[in-house]
């Protein structure tokens, strides 16, 4: 006999229940180390190797928290948090433009909004955050919980 089947929540659609930001966060920073080697070389090659690259990682960041965002998020967190949406609509906005240009700036941005959604992720989960620098290139500053 069979049971009644019960509601869970995935970002794999299994019930692992496992999401994290930290993905999106290691897209951006590839984004941001991407910018500086193009800009520190003058080999063709590298260029374009460097330029796919950091297109792949825009979309990464972009698929990262579409799937937090359409999957864990629940209507009660965007009534605590209104700006839920904002934050990542600007995701999505910052990942199409790195991917189109070269601008350190907007690299940046798009880490600062990745970080502003890890910490309300980690605050609807109830634990509290902290902001570290990166162990590697390019050495930005990235939210994670303070375990």
């Not at 937090?68 to 605590?80: A, N, Q, S, T």
Request: with cysteine; net charge negative.
């Amino acid at each position: 006999m069979f049971k009644k089947p019960r509601l869970v929540y995935a970002h794999c659609d299994v019930p692992c229940g496992i999401y994290d930001p930290h993905g999106a966060q290691l897209a951006a920073l590839t984004v941001i180390r991407m910018i500086d080697l193009i800009g520190a070389s003058s080999d063709a090659h590298d260029i374009a190797r460097c330029t796919t690259v950091k297109e792949e990682h825009a979309e990464r960041c972009k698929h990262e928290v579409r799937v937090i965002w359409g999957d864990y998020f629940k209507e009660e967190h965007f009534e605590e948090y209104p700006h839920l949406n904002e934050i990542v609509h600007k995701i999505m906005t910052l990942g199409s433009r790195v991917k189109r240009t070269t601008e350190r700036e907007s690299a940046e941005e798009l880490l600062e909004a990745v970080n502003d959604f890890a910490e309300l992720f980690w605050k609807t989960r109830g634990i509290e955050t902290k902001k570290v620098k990166a162990p590697h290139e390019p050495g930005e500053e990235v939210v994670c919980p303070d375990l």
